[in-house]
T-cell receptor, first 111, second 115 residues
Framework: SQQGEEDPQALSIQEGENATMNCSYK?????LQWYRQNSGRGLVHLIL?????REKHSGRLRVTLDTSKKSSSLLITASRAADTASYFC???????????FGQGTRLTINP | DVKVTQSSRYLVKRTGEKVFLECVQD?????MFWYRQDPGLGLRLIYF???????EKGDIPEGYSVSREKKERFSLILESASTNQTSMYLC??????????????FGNGTRLTVT
């Protein structure tokens, strides 16, 4: 079964608005990563947040992690058309030497 | 920047053929991975390797094998291609150490169609 699950499955907003995507997972983790995938391409790493961190920023991206709720959120501020992509969270399971990906959130930014 | 190169963007093969998907990375990464991506199922790990000549099964290894003879190259082999192996195949690599502790660098994928 999937370790991480994103919510919503699809999100459509106007350019300039903020976009928030959520990820829930089942077992304790060492870290959580977020990736972006443009249509028909490979995934690109965005942010890695460790289990002892609560918030992390990178440019217009803000990631939070709540280990008590086993959830994370990715906020993209001041969205642009170029942000249109699918976004995935990936987690490890303690003791497992691999990342497991969720099914992703498909984000569409309307001009 | 790390570059992960997959040899083909699109591939069409017939049922029963032996298929080789090649992946090369240029950053001396120790860990390499093969995933397949299908609509509604997300990314699923097929095999991974944390060193030359080492391999570990992922979640869906059936029907696949891998080869890692050199550090920079990780090959995925479909021994006898079947239509249910039609998918997008993604190769990735990461720096040394525990696989989940560093970012994965992905290639652009190979879209394989088996007819």
């Amino acid at each position: 079964s999937q370790q991480g699950e994103e919510d919503p499955q699809a999100l459509s907003i106007q350019e300039g608005e903020n976009a928030t995507m959520n990820c829930s997972y089942k077992t304790s983790i060492n870290n959580l990563q977020w990736y972006r995938q443009n249509s028909g391409r490979g995934l690109v790493h965005l942010i890695l947040i460790r289990s002892n961190e609560r918030e992390k920023h990178s440019g217009r991206l803000r990631v939070t992690l709540d280990t008590s709720k086993k959830s994370s959120s990715l906020l993209i501020t001041a969205s642009r058309a170029a942000d249109t992509a699918s976004y995935f969270c990936a987690t490890d399971a303690t003791g497992a030497q691999k990342l497991v990906f969720g099914q992703g959130t498909r984000l569409t930014i309307n001009p | 920047d790390v570059k992960v190169t997959q040899s083909s963007r699109y591939l069409v093969k017939r049922t029963g053929e032996k298929v080789f998907l090649e992946c090369v990375q240029d950053m001396d990464h120790e860990n390499m991975f093969w995933y397949r991506q299908d609509p509604g199922l997300g990314l699923r790990l097929i095999y991974f390797s944390y060193d030359v000549k080492m391999k570990e099964k992922g979640d869906i290894p059936e029907g696949y094998s891998v080869s890692r003879e050199k550090k920079e190259r990780f090959s995925l082999i479909l021994e006898s291609a079947s239509t249910n192996q039609t998918s997008m195949y993604l190769c990735a690599s990461s720096f040394t150490g525990l696989a989940y502790n560093s970012p994965l660098h992905f290639g652009n994928g190979t879209r394989l169609t088996v007819t």
